[in-house]
Nanobody
Framework: QVQLLESGGGLVQAGGSLRLSCAAS????????MGWFRQAPGKEREFVAA????????YYADSLKGRFTISRDNAKNMVYLQMNSLKPEDTAVYYC???????????????????WGQGTQVTVAS
């Protein structure tokens, strides 16, 4: 059973930084794609970033390139999302997700991910 546990959310001032962590357990993730999504109140859950565990290849929402960085630690089974220059519009619940069946062409699609964490709240104050 795959389990994903996010942490690292909180309240930060605009322009600040946060690093989210996702602890993955229950499988060997070497063949998985890991993603971060976010959902703001009243909005649909949207793709933020993804990483292919085996190769380290990364993918980002165009609007977030340059501010957000996804990474993983193989030894610890951890995935991270470093968020810099945060803006009030980044306020959302951030979710970690995993899939062992996804292809690169659909890596941004939330319905292609099989496993989800409970989410961690990020609030950016203006």
């Amino acid at each position: 059973q795959v389990q994903l546990l996010e942490s690292g959310g909180g309240l930060v001032q605009a322009g600040g930084s946060l690093r989210l962590s996702c602890a993955a357990s229950g499988r060997t993730f070497s063949r998985y794609a890991m993603g971060w999504f976010r959902q703001a109140p009243g909005k649909e859950r949207e793709f933020v970033a993804a990483i292919i565990w085996s190769t380290g290849s990364t993918y980002y929402a165009d609007s977030l390139k340059g501010r957000f960085t996804i990474s993983r630690d193989n030894a610890k089974n951890m995935v991270y999302l470093q968020m810099n220059s945060l803006k009030p519009e980044d306020t959302a619940v951030y979710y970690c997700a995993a899939s062992n069946t996804i292809s690169i062409s659909v890596i941004t699609m939330r319905n292609r991910y099989d496993y989800w964490g409970q989410g961690t709240q990020v609030t950016v104050a203006s």
